[in-house]
Nanobody
Framework: QVQLVESGGGLVQAGGSLGLSCAASGRTFSSYAMGWFRQAPGKEREFVATISTFGSITTYSDSVKGRFTIARDNSKNTVYLQMNSLKPEDTAVYYC????????????????WGQGTQVTVSS
């Protein structure tokens, strides 16, 4: 089992940057593929990015590709999401999630979730 805690959210102007972190508990972090999802008010949770267990494979949603970067540091049990060129439509609660082994882009495939961190992009 793994517990996840996100940090780094906040308020930023459009065009700005923000970095999120997700710290995981446990000694088997490298066994988990990690994902970032987001949920805006009144909308369903949507996939943002995912990274494989040792970071060799990353996948992004079309809406963030080229602007966001997912990375992980297994020595620190942490996954990151660097967000650049932010837009007002990126405003949402951002969640990190973990699942055993392979990456996935569906929220239902992830067993473990953090509590979320708010990102607000002003125009």
């Amino acid at each position: 089992q793994v517990q996840l805690v996100e940090s780094g959210g906040g308020l930023v102007q459009a065009g700005g940057s923000l970095g999120l972190s997700c710290a995981a508990s446990g000694r088997t972090f490298s066994s988990y593929a990690m994902g970032w999802f987001r949920q805006a008010p009144g909308k369903e949770r949507e996939f943002v990015a995912t990274i494989s267990t040792f970071g060799s494979i990353t996948t992004y949603s079309d809406s963030v590709k080229g602007r966001f970067t997912i990375a992980r540091d297994n020595s620190k049990n942490t996954v990151y999401l660097q967000m650049n060129s932010l837009k007002p439509e990126d405003t949402a609660v951002y969640y990190c999630a973990a699942r055993r082994a392979l990456t996935a882009a569906q929220a239902m495939d992830y067993a473990y979730w953090g509590q979320g961190t708010q990102v607000t992009v002003s125009s």
